[in-house]
């Protein structure tokens, strides 16, 4: 089981807006460690999504927006697309652990 | 272009030994921490390891603590992951990853990964 825990799936019809939850602890988000976003398309390496909480890194939507609060975050999706459909992941560091950790991982199926 | 390429990947024995090799370019690679993040088939993503850009510190998962080694030759601009002790665990893609920073380390390039398979 994940440090940070992330629902397994979710799934939307186009159009729709998603919401992915990231929820952790004292010792990673509610430290004030940032948490940061990645989407993994089928087959293919992960890719930057949302860094700092609430940045998104040039040529992402503005349909992906996160936020993040006490020992929680939550990736939003909106007017969602067909491709669209593909795993996410949070991520951030844990001063207990020394560690950078990655959320379970959420598959978002677009209906 | 800015973009990794890793190698190295294969069939290994459990209890062999593998090193990766991380290529890295389009990016002044010496200025940067570095870092290896692994995918076991089917699971989700993995911290491994990480190089700090000012090369001062090194950090490893609990899970390969010992066994792993992580080092960088910025004249070749490559990284790399000396991989020892190998267990049918340690199956996976094995991304190379930039890493940028707020108040923790995020990885803002990701290579296509090269695939450890543990097995006899």
């Known amino acids: ?111 | 272009e800015v973009q990794l390429l890793e190698s190295g990947g294969g069939l290994v024995q459990p209890g062999g030994s593998r090193r990766l090799s991380c290529a890295a370019s389009g990016f002044t690679f010496s200025t940067y921490a570095m870092s290896w993040v692994r995918q076991a088939p089917g699971k989700g993503l993995e911290w491994v390891s990480g190089f700090s850009g000012s090369g001062t510190g090194t950090y490893y998962a609990d899970s390969v603590k010992g066994r792993f080694t992580i080092s960088r030759d910025n004249s070749k601009n490559t990284l790399y992951l000396q991989m020892n002790s190998l267990r049918a665990e340690d199956t996976a893609v094995y991304y190379c990853v930039k890493v940028s920073v707020t108040t923790s380390w995020y990885f803002d390039l990701w290579g296509r990964g090269t695939l450890i398979t543990v097995s006899s």
């Open chain 1, 1 to 111: 089981q994940s440090v940070l825990t992330q629902p397994p799936s979710v799934s939307g019809a186009p159009g729709q807006r998603v919401t992915i939850s990231c929820t952790g602890s004292s010792s990673n988000i509610g430290a004030g460690y940032d948490v940061h976003w990645y989407q993994q398309l089928p087959g293919t390496a992960p890719k930057l999504l949302i860094y700092g909480n609430s940045n998104r890194p040039s040529g992402v939507p503005d349909r992906f927006s996160s936020s993040k609060s006490g020992t929680s975050a939550s990736l939003a999706i909106t007017g969602l697309q067909a491709e669209d459909e593909a795993d996410y992941y949070c991520q951030s560091y844990d001063s207990s652990l020394s560690a950078w950790l990655f959320g379970g991982g959420t598959k978002l199926t677009v209906l």
